[in-house]
């Protein structure tokens, strides 16, 4: 029996040797010098058009499934004027890699800009263009810092129908998209099994977009991920993805038509932070602020139809400057429009924290002839200082005040200086006090005590539950089936035999960290 099983060992460890071995390393180095094959720094390829893809049953003669191919950014920088166009796939566990060099002389920041004169107007149309290739890895990163940087295109990274293992993390993607009101970031479509981490994305049209239409839809949690991103200073959407993502850790804000192209395209672009399509999404930890429509926006391409099966939880949503007369509120979470059709069904708001905001926490609307809304549970969020402009905290229009199908309760709600604890139901206002007598429901009416606040003060603020806070410390519900911890990974709840806090954060101690994430982007 040992005998045999060191056989099986054995072979094993041929096999993944021999794989080591199988998998090359290519290079590209625009000022090499050498023979032009890509075998060395040396005699690197000298430009993007150069790469030779491998072919044949076995692959060979080029780039194969599980090479990696190094670009050279210098010593400091160094700029490629042309598209990265990738020739073939990768495979499942072996995907092809790109990546900065990690030796010094070729470690410095790759820049791909694609001539564009002002953003990418004239410009390229793509950064990198993967194709419909499968099992594709951009990788920026050296020493934990973003050293690839595209600009001046219309897109930056470009993925067609219904891909696998696309992987871009640690790129910076800045002044892209053109004036007409087009273009984004990165653009996936009907992507499956793909990961954004780490990028920056700022001054440009759209930001991360996954987006496609309603088939080939990923059917559970965890399909795809969208995580510890920096998008902000866009015309249009900071996230948009269209199934089974899970969104968190994101920084998004500042999306507002006319930061980048004409005021004009407000008539066009529809400026929210991240919105999840279809269905399967978990959405947390993220921080969005100062969006021109909604923060939080669970949409889809063809009238909100036919959606289920989303969790919002641990998200932080504020305004620091109020918006222009021309639309002057932001809304936290909206769903709905008067078009709206169809069906939605297992939806989760719950622990979010919304602050400072001109228009309602929640937005909910609704064709009562023809909307089917089952198993929506809002809960333990706070609302605070909401509906600055629209002079409203919650809005849901539907079924003449029938709460059927949704359940919102234990939230703590307060108007604060300048906003609103009015909820809108149907076609009348009421205060907090008699929504919870009409439906005996257990709302709470309190001035939530943060570390430290002052209206719109943005990341000045602290967040986190004060010690001398009695509205949200220990007053939420357990909602452990859907989730357990709070924005910073802490358990809930804290102390483990004490009740939920409600908002974002779960009380600790007197003096947490407040966010500092935002003054790189400020």
Not at 102 to 121: C, M, P, W
Not at 199 to 224: F, H, K, M, R, W
Not at 417 to 435: H, K, L, M, P
Request: aromatic share 12%; hydrophobic share 35%.
């Amino acid at each position: 029996m040992k005998a045999l099983q060191y056989i099986i060992v054995l072979l094993i460890s041929v096999a993944v040797f021999a794989a080591e071995v199988d998998a090359a390393s290519w290079y590209i180095d625009k000022d090499a010098v050498g023979k032009d094959d890509g075998s060395s720094w040396t005699s690197a390829w000298t430009s993007f058009s150069a790469i030779q893809w491998g072919s044949g049953s076995t692959c060979s003669g080029g780039v194969c499934p599980g090479d990696t191919v190094y670009i050279s950014g210098g010593s400091t920088t160094k700029s490629y004027y042309e598209t990265l166009t990738i020739g073939r796939s990768g495979e499942e566990g072996s995907p092809i890699t790109f990546k900065v060099g990690q030796e010094a002389g070729h470690n410095g920041t790759v820049i791909i800009d694609g001539g564009g004169t002002s953003y990418g107007d004239g410009g390229r149309d793509y950064g990198i263009n993967s194709g419909d290739y499968n099992y594709i890895t951009i990788n920026g990163e050296v020493s934990g810092q973003r050293r690839l940087d595209i600009h001046n295109v219309h897109i930056g990274v470009y993925n067609v129908w219904n891909t696998l293992g696309l992987t871009v993390r640690y790129v910076k993607i800045h002044d892209f998209g053109i004036s007409s009101g087009s273009g984004a970031a990165i653009y996936a479509f009907n992507a499956h099994e793909t990961e954004i981490a780490y990028c920056e994305v700022y001054n440009g049209y759209a930001g991360i977009v996954s987006s496609g239409n309603d088939t080939n839809l990923s059917t559970s949690y965890g399909d795809n991920s969208i995580h510890d991103n920096i998008v902000y200073h866009l015309d249009d959407d900071g996230i948009v993805a269209d199934s089974g993502y899970d969104i968190y850790n994101n920084i998004v804000g500042d999306l507002y038509p006319g930061n980048n192209f004409s005021i004009d395209l407000r008539y066009k672009a529809h400026s929210d932070g991240i919105v999840p399509k279809f269905q399967y999404h978990r959405v947390y930890n993220n921080v969005v602020y100062d969006v021109w429509n909604a923060a939080l926006y669970p949409g889809q391409n063809t009238n909100w139809q036919n959606m289920a099966h989303f969790r919002f939880y641990n998200n932080l949503v504020f305004n620091t400057n109020p918006h222009p007369v021309d639309f002057p509120y932001m809304t936290a979470f909206a769903w709905g429009g008067n078009t709206a059709y169809g069906t939605l069904d297992d939806m989760v708001v719950a622990n979010n924290t919304f602050v400072d905001l001109g228009g309602y926490a929640i937005r909910f609307t609704r064709n009562e002839i023809t909307d089917t809304v089952t198993n929506v549970v809002i809960k333990n969020n706070i609302f605070y200082n909401v509906g600055r402009t629209i002079k409203g905290a919650i809005s849901i229009t539907w079924d003449n005040n029938n709460l059927s199908g949704m359940e919102l309760d234990n939230n703590v709600i307060h108007e604060g200086a300048s906003g609103s604890q009015g909820i809108r139901f149907g076609d009348g206002y009421s205060t907090v006090e008699a929504f919870n007598l009409a439906r005996g429901l257990t709302n709470i009416h309190e001035v939530p005590a943060f570390v430290s606040y002052t209206e719109l003060g943005g990341i000045s603020n602290n967040y986190h539950l004060a010690s001398s806070d009695t509205a949200a410390r220990d007053k939420g519900v357990d909602l452990s089936a859907y989730f357990s911890t709070d924005k910073e990974g802490n358990p809930r709840p804290y102390p483990k035999n004490s009740a939920w806090d409600i908002g974002a954060y779960e009380y600790e101690n007197e003096s947490p960290a407040k966010i500092t994430t935002l003054k790189m982007i400020k």
